[in-house]
């Protein structure tokens, strides 16, 4: 995938403004953003230009999923709850994007609380078809050019599936690794701060950032050991994505890395339901004020989920949290002896519908698991839609899988 981030040659008010064109002729098709700060970006990129470099995010647009607070902007959470919502400081995450001379060019949308009620964002590849969630706005902006840098948050798959979907690269770093303060909570034990780009290099860049680790890059892993892992449920993948995972593993092979297939123990195959379990439960305690005080401003979608989170028992909660702390204990099993796995990164294309944005089946057990992932965009599928694979690696192995991606990108874009 051709990179769009630009070089230090490049002013920060050219970026603004290239950003903000595309944006004037897509965002009526793509509906990518729920705020833009126009005047207040470019204002900011004519500063950056007569300040000293502060790095690769100095005068670089960036988009921000709209459940991250911004002192100077409105955050909505995707519902009406709260519109016109002004918090009195910025998230975390935000702060450091801003201290290392990035951009905020806006909110992009995303789906109410980052759950399960789509909004208005549709696919840049096909405006029928769901950019994914709950990172809709920002997978679509970088997809569509609108910004080469997005923030998003990932508790089941809100980060790898609508990557897949729309065709770029996703990154959800190890659980806890970016700090959370000023992110709308929805799942306690899963949210996760994650970054889309258009190439592993630029994801890198963002991601140095926001973990802190000024030393981090995308160099590439000379023959990587790679397990492929098509889990337990790959029946349920479309064709496309399974012709695609076993196309990967043989160009990655051939490329020079040891492939080998790597199953997972058993006792992971209940992941998969836990993860569900785990996250109606806690969002549910999450949206306390919500359900409480402002029943009738939640959407239907927001309403079922907190009802069945509601009927989570806590011994059953007690139980799904034991499960997973066993399975983290003991994923060693899991990775064997390879850098990384490789699997699916949705189950296919992205669907037909904006009602929906797609099953995020093949991202909950890494969330669960607190590892980190990223999503390679690689091919299309029957529709003409986007195709991509995932990379995942042991908890805190960021450095390493960061560097497989980039060699597995550098092969399979040849």
């Known amino acids: 995938m051709a990179s769009r981030f630009p070089g230090p040659e490049q002013s ?73 919502h002004r918090p009195v400081a910025d998230a975390a995450a935000v702060a450091l994007l801003r201290a290392a001379g990035a951009i905020v060019l806006g909110k992009s949308v995303t789906t109410e609380f980052a ?15 769901t950019p994914g969630g709950s990172s809709s706005g920002s997978a679509a902006a970088v997809a569509d050019g609108m910004v080469p840098l997005a923030l998003g948050t990932q508790t089941g798959g809100s980060v790898i599936r609508p990557a897949a979907f729309c065709g770029v690269v996703g990154f959800k770093p190890s659980f806890g690794l970016v700090p959370r303060a000023g ?17 592993v290099p630029e994801v890198a860049a963002l991601a140095r950032v926001l973990c802190g680790e000024p030393t981090w890059g995308a160099d590439a892993l000379a ?46 195959d209940a992941l998969y339901s836990l993860q569900r379990t785990i996250e109606n439960a806690e969002g549910a305690r999450a949206l306390a004020h919500e359900w409480h005080a402002h029943r009738d401003g939640l959407s239907a979608e927001q309403r079922a989920a907190i009802t069945d989170g509601l009927a989570v028992t806590p011994d059953a909660y007690r139980a799904a949290q ?16 390879h850098d990384v796995l490789v699997t699916f990164g949705a189950l296919g294309e992205a669907p037909v519908g904006l009602a929906d ?35 995942v690696a042991r908890r805190h ?15 399979l874009e040849a």
């Open 12 to 84: 920060a008010l050219t970026r603004v403004e290239a950003c903000l064109a595309r944006i004037a002729e897509r965002e009526v098709r793509v509906g990518a953003f729920a705020h833009l700060a126009a005047d207040a970006a470019l204002a900011l990129a004519a500063r950056r230009d007569r300040e000293e470099r502060r790095g690769p995010l100095h005068g670089v647009p960036i988009a921000i999923k709209d459940v991250f607070d911004t002192e100077d902007m409105p955050t909505a959470y995707g519902s009406p709850i709260y519109a016109g």
């Open 115 to 129: 759950g399960w009620k789509a909004g208005r964002t549709t696919n840049p590849h096909d405006p029928a078809r």
């Open 183 to 199: 992110v709308k909570t929805l799942a306690d034990s899963l949210d996760t701060v994650g970054v889309f780009a258009r190439s």
């Open 223 to 268: 023959r990587p050991r790679i397990g492929l892992h098509p889990t337990v449920h790959a029946d349920r993948a479309e064709g496309a994505a399974r012709d695609l995972l076993h196309d990967v593993g043989g160009r990655l092979a051939r490329a020079g890395a040891v492939v080998r297939d790597q199953a997972a123990p058993a006792e992971f």
């Open 357 to 391: 944005t797609g099953d995020n089946l093949f991202n909950r057990i890494w969330t669960l698991l607190h590892v980190p992932c990223v999503t390679l965009p690689v091919g299309r599928g029957p529709n003409g839609m986007p195709l991509g694979v995932q990379l």
């Open 397 to 411: 192995d960021d450095r390493r899988l960061l560097g497989v991606a980039q060699w597995s990108a550098q092969v």
């Open 322 to 337: 034991i499960h997973a702390e066993t399975c983290r204990a003991g994923a060693e099993r899991l990775f064997g002896d």
